[in-house]
């Protein structure tokens, strides 16, 4: 693809030097005293130009080279993909031009071999860009790879690679010496000059973030240009300051992945953009989506059967998932998510399986069966923060709970997954979705693509052990050939139902082949409804304690749905606390076996 003309950088006024200064006035003092006598003339004359001669060498030392010290690699020409935007890489690198591996279903980094960690803090907008398209570029080519550390979840995720998978990890204090690294080792090429979006509401940082890959550069703000050049990244790759997605699209559109895309707000600097430029994916953000869904309907048109939208549409929700489930597309959350591309890297996933579910409970009579699950487990960037936060509160294991996570974990950050399973408590169960191995709504997906997705899912959750599933859609309870076909998967057990706006019932259906459909009772839920109470600790508990225990009726179960941004640990075990005696709080996998023992067909 041929380059569009070269917008000319502006140049910084030249910052001179105080003794330069000094020597031009020194010099103008000079001119304008009176000749005195010879003697006195041959002496300033001789102080002239020694002065000449000083500030000569000033300008010459000056004008050496910034990146002196630094090796900066020399490329050949590829021979095997004349056609393709990059040269061959340098020693040791893979060709960029070699597919990446596929997990079970999402595209991964080289197998990681070594760790260049360095902390976020201190950095700025422009640097944080800088950094995380060098972690994607680093994922594409090498096993020697960027982590930014955000502390808290972020450094467990590290200690998890490098204590339980041995991955060594050299730290670094400051950006510099870390993109040195990378220039001697042959990764980097250039830059992408980009303008962001503060300034005029460019989106030119997603045209620079989706090239990185394909022309082996870091996305690079102009104020931080002459930074780069010092770090030893000296080629200009490309301005695209003037250009937007839809000129991206345009121009670039046969050399972008077509398994994937990304919903991308232009406002966002490290987090997702290292993924983004691993897989040379199409990066876009359309604010007026909302009002006229063409455009985007119109990129996702063109991704693979079975395409994956990564990042999120934050201004319509529901018209994000609404729109890319009619056209069979799968939406994963993943606009805050870092070190996607890092931690896709890793590929031993042995033993990476939840324990079996309960297969057989004793039920007790006269009491009232419940069971806690915790929302937006389709959210990548919740597996990678805030659920961390849960399992790892001071109240984590003293009752049972139930967490939705994303199977895609398996493939995108199996260590993460890992981790989760192996401090799980007595008590815990993890469950898909929703809605299964991405954030869909079925009612919405043709017969075929749906079809396509539960039999992709079906082996997911095979793999994870995530065999029970959380739907979130509407009217789900009133159409049976969506959970039938969910439940016709021999790998899914049962569904819980959470109805997107619907305050839910409670109900309790079972499918053609005598598998539970059971939806949220509850909800705990600060403001929800626009501001009432229904979500919280008191009316919860007043609801419990007021419905039936008979354990032989659908009224004597509660599933009650926890808002994982709004409530936590302590506002369920102020709910368990507040309960009557003859309230029974069971893991999510036991209720499920209650609720089939007790009201399943026989």
Known sequence: QKAPPRKPLTQKTLQKKPTQLMGKQRLTTLRRQPRLRTLQSKTITMKKYIYILLTFCLLISCMEDPTAGVVVPKYTPSTENPGGPGEEPGDGLIDPAEPLDRGFMHLKGRELKSLNSISITGLNDGEKVILSTL?????????????????????????????????????????APLVQHYVETGVIKGYIVYTPYSEGQSHSINVATSLCGLLRGIAVPESLVDKVKAMGVTTELMDVRSYDEKWLYENYKDQLDKSLAADMKPEIFHHLRDYITMTNAFAFYDYNARR??????????????????FGYYDLDEWGMVNNASQLGVSMLPTDQAANLATLSSIYDTTGLKQRPATKEVVTEENVHYVTFLVSDGDNIAFNLWGQQGYMDHDLHGQFPLGYTISPSLYDLAPAALRWYYENSKEGDYFVAGPSGSSYIFPSKMSDADLDDYL??????????????????DQKIMDNPKVYNKYLAQPNIDAIFYTGYGEKGDGRIKFSDNGKPVIEQRSVLWEGIDGGSNRGEESTVISQIN???????????????????????QQSIKTVIDGLNDNVRVVPVDQFVQLVKQNLGPK
Not at 156 to 161: A, N, S
Request: hydrophobic share 35%; charged share 20%; aromatic share 12%.
């Open 135 to 175: 972690a994607g570029l680093a994922a594409r080519v090498t096993g020697d790879q960027v982590y930014i550390n955000e502390g808290g979840p972020s450094s467990v995720w590290l200690k998890q690679m490098q204590n339980k998978y041995g991955i060594p990890v050299n730290t670094y204090n400051a950006l």
């Open 292 to 309: 006229d869904w063409s455009w985007r309907t119109s990129i996702l048109k063109d991704l693979d059967k079975g395409a994956y939208c």
């Open 455 to 472: 039999a992709k899912l079906n082996e997911y959750v095979d793999k994870s052990g995530l065999n029970i599933c959380n739907i979130l």
């Open 546 to 568: 007021s419905r039936s225990a008979n354990p032989h009726s659908a009224d004597g179960y509660t599933f009650v749905f926890v808002h994982c941004w709004t409530k936590n």
